[in-house]
């Protein structure tokens, strides 16, 4: 029997104008998000770590938790997955090597495999 927690949002850095060093940070299995960096300026970010939530994208970045405009969350489409880093009119944001992993579709790896050509996500960070 598999038990699946639901958490909505991973780290979010909003208003702040700096600097922030994130250095050898990790945040993973969010539903909307890992990394987001909203309305924000001089973030240096090294060595940072993703895995997007495992049981995606059944059921999707929608749900369950509902998107808050207060928390600045993304919106999407029926079937997308979270995004690993995400951001936002943001300036001076320096990303100095990152692992951004989707080994996963609902609960299966057969897409992290070597000879699959399945995609794990379609896209993992925006820009």
């Known amino acids: 029997e598999q038990i699946t ?7 979010l850095i909003e208003l702040s104008d700096g600097p922030n060093c994130l250095v050898a940070s990790s ?9 987001q960096f909203w309305d924000t300026k001089n973030i240096f970010a090294g060595q940072i770590q993703t895995e997007t939530a495992y049981y995606q994208p059944n059921s999707d970045a929608r749900i369950p938790q ?41 609960y299966n790896n057969a897409c992290a495999q070597p000879t699959t050509s399945i995609k794990c996500q379609q896209r993992i960070f925006s820009v």
């Open 27 to 35: 945040v993973e299995h969010h539903q909307r998000y890992e990394y």
């Open 5 to 11: 927690i639901y958490a909505g949002r991973g780290l």
């Open 66 to 106: 509902i998107a808050q405009e207060r928390w600045h969350d993304p919106h999407f489409n029926r079937g997308e997955s979270g995004w690993a880093l995400r951001v936002v009119d943001s300036k001076d944001i320096v990303i100095y090597g990152a692992g951004f992993y989707s080994f996963f579709i609902n």
